[in-house]
């Protein structure tokens, strides 16, 4: 059975940073297109960030102005999303979405097959 | 950027009709195109993908239709379990993937 637990979420002051964790289980992690998807509280899904399955194709949304940087270490089974600067309107719940097999380390776009549960980053002060 | 625009943004239906979900694309997305159910506080399900492929698992009542610019999500007999958000999701390209989603409710 295909798992991905997102963890790192939490209360963050504006300007400050974090790093959130998806630990994936149920399939050959290195085989498969990583991705990060966030939901502000009470609005829709926002695709934030991809990253290839050997990590030669990495893609932000362009609204995230390089804030964000999403990586991934196949030894560990894990992906991660690092974000700086943070903003009142980061907030929201961060998914971790894998993509569907796209046979290697694919540059296309995929849509989402396993989805985790998701990590709520608040940033108040 | 693509932009995914659905309707209608709420509708309100009972058990057993036929409801139909509206996604239109910006510009040509060929049959990339994906839909998710979301319940409130739940990780969104994959549905749909490739436009009218189900995905495993997935009722039969659900089917989606549709290629370039316009596809529809149809579910021929709403069930309780039915009553959630619907989102569309183009994968021509990474950018603007999701629509903004349609709340189906209980008439």
């Known amino acids: 059975e295909v798992q991905l637990v997102e963890s790192g979420g939490g209360l963050v002051k504006p300007g400050g940073s974090l790093r959130l964790s998806c630990a994936a289980s149920?399939?050959?992690?290195?085989?498969?297109?990583m991705n990060w998807v966030r939901q502000a509280p009470g609005k829709g899904l926002e695709w934030v960030s991809s990253?290839?399955?050997?990590?030669?194709?990495?893609y932000y949304a362009d609204s995230l102005q390089g804030r964000f940087t999403i990586s991934r270490d196949n030894a560990k089974n894990s992906l991660y999303l690092q974000v700086i600067s943070l903003r009142a309107e980061d907030t929201a719940v961060y998914y971790c979405?894998?993509?569907?097999?796209?046979?290697?380390?694919?540059?296309?776009?995929?849509?989402?097959?396993?989805w985790g549960q998701g990590t709520l980053v608040t940033v108040s002060s | 950027d693509i932009q995914m625009t659905q309707s209608p943004s709420t509708l309100s239906a009972s058990v057993g009709d036929r409801v139909t979900i509206t996604c239109r694309a910006s510009?040509?997305?060929?049959?990339?195109l994906a839909w998710y159910q979301q319940k409130p506080g739940k990780a969104p399900k994959l549905l749909i993908y490739?436009?009218?492929s189900l995905e495993s698992g997935v009722p039969s009542r659900f089917s989606g239709s549709g290629s370039g610019t316009e596809f529809t999500l149809t579910i021929s007999s709403l069930q309780p379990d039915d009553f959630a958000t619907y989102y569309c999701?183009?994968?021509?390209?990474?950018?603007?993937?999701f629509g903004q989603g349609t709340k189906v409710g209980i008439k």
């Open positions: 999701q183009q994968y021509n390209t990474y950018a603007g993937t």
């Open positions: 979405a894998r993509a569907a097999y796209c046979g290697g380390d694919c540059y296309s776009a995929e849509y989402f097959q396993h």
């Open positions: 149920g399939f050959t992690f290195s085989s498969y297109s």
């Open positions: 490739k436009a009218s």
């Open positions: 990253i290839s399955s050997s990590s030669s194709y990495i």
């Open positions: 510009q040509s997305i060929s049959s990339w």
